[in-house]
């Protein structure tokens, strides 16, 4: 495979939760010329996501909390409705998806499995997220959910029905882009 890129250079910018690094390299162009480029990228742990349905019930488990970056760019509640997700954390995508369904919902879903992967925002980090579909159902509601409170989570746990769910991203109620994906998959392949 012929080198498109060379000479990396890194340097970091801002240590916290994630990395930022200011990346400077050689792009070799379509043309064959070389030409030297300056990015600054997140260097994020990847994650997984998983959308609960009941195909009996007809409905979907969402989470509801306040996301900041979503607030200081004009969501003037700052609250998002989503698929649970989080980081790995060093565990594999599935038990990762299982581990967060049940920290953020309570529910310890059957029959997960994973539908497909994507990096979510790949002009600025590395993360890649693993989508997840699991079922659940009453009897599989094992705590209360809402998160943890040592990642300063506060969690709504919403039981929607699909149809209503998946109009509330026609009408703006959804507009984060993993749920998007979760929902219209679960639309296209007709999971309830």
Same mark, same amino acid.
């Given at each position: 495979m012929e080198e498109i890129v060379k000479n990396i250079k890194e340097e970091v910018l801002a240590k916290n939760w994630h990395t930022l690094k200011?990346? @400077?390299?050689?792009?070799?162009?379509?043309?064959?010329?070389?030409? @030297?480029?300056?990015?600054?990228v997140y260097e994020k742990d990847n994650g997984a996501t998983i959308l609960l349905y009941n195909s009996e019930q007809h409905t979907? +488990?969402?989470?509801?909390?306040?996301?900041? &970056?979503?607030y200081l760019n004009g969501n003037k509640e700052g609250v998002l409705i989503e698929a649970c997700a989080g980081l790995l954390d060093e565990d594999a995508p599935e038990e990762c998806a299982r581990r967060e369904a049940e920290e953020e919902t309570g529910y310890r879903p059957a029959n997960v499995r994973k539908v497909f992967k994507a990096y979510m925002t790949p002009g600025s980090d590395t993360e890649i997220l693993y989508f997840f579909v699991g079922e659940y159902s009453?009897?599989?509601?094992? #705590?209360?959910?809402?998160?943890?409170?040592?990642?300063?989570?506060?969690?709504?746990?919403?039981?929607? &029905?699909?149809?209503? #769910?998946?109009?509330?991203?026609? @009408?703006?109620? +959804?507009?984060?882009?993993?749920?998007?994906?979760?929902?219209?998959?679960?639309? +296209?392949?007709k999971l309830v």
């Open positions: 200011k990346i @400077t390299f050689d792009y070799k162009k379509k043309d064959g010329n070389w030409q @030297t480029q300056s990015r600054e979907v +488990i969402l989470t509801k909390q306040f996301r900041l &970056p979503s009453k009897d599989m509601k094992v #705590a209360e959910g809402g998160g943890l409170e040592e990642e300063h989570e506060e969690i709504e746990v919403l039981e929607l &029905p699909f149809d209503k #769910a998946y109009g509330m991203i026609e @009408t703006g109620e +959804i507009k984060d882009a993993k749920t998007i994906m979760l929902l219209q998959y679960a639309k +296209i392949h």
